[in-house]
């Protein structure tokens, strides 16, 4: 939006069948070295600001297919001293971990008894 003030709007959908549930998700998006605070508003999950690491991290536990969530984040940027604009810092990618547990057979086990 301006020199010391950007924001980040990331929608993740999952586009799986609905039977289906991803597990232990975990979105990192990268934000620019001079961030001075993160200001997170998502409806599902958690999402933190790690400065060591110059990224959100967005955690969700479990999330069905065909459903989409939203994080929203107002980053504060200091002041640069470099005044030319055309050299611009590259943004590296967003990186994403999942886990959709999924049988190749399509078998699933809905009960199971252990005798002793």
Known sequence: ?????MEIKVVLKSLFKPTLTAQKVEVRIPTPPN???VKIITLK??????SGENAI??????????RESQLT???ELLPT???????????P????????PFACSGLKVR???VFE
């Open 111 to 113: 009960y199971l008894k």
């Open 35 to 37: 961030t001075s605070g």
């Open 93 to 100: 990618p967003i990186s994403m971990n999942f886990e959709v």
């Open 73 to 75: 984040a107002d980053v």
């Open 57 to 66: 991290v967005w955690k969700l536990r479990h999330m069905p297919g065909m």
């Open 81 to 91: 001293t470099d005044t030319t604009k055309s050299k611009q810092t590259a943004r």
């Open 45 to 50: 999950g958690r999402a933190k600001y790690k």
């Open 1 to 5: 939006l301006s020199q010391t003030h």
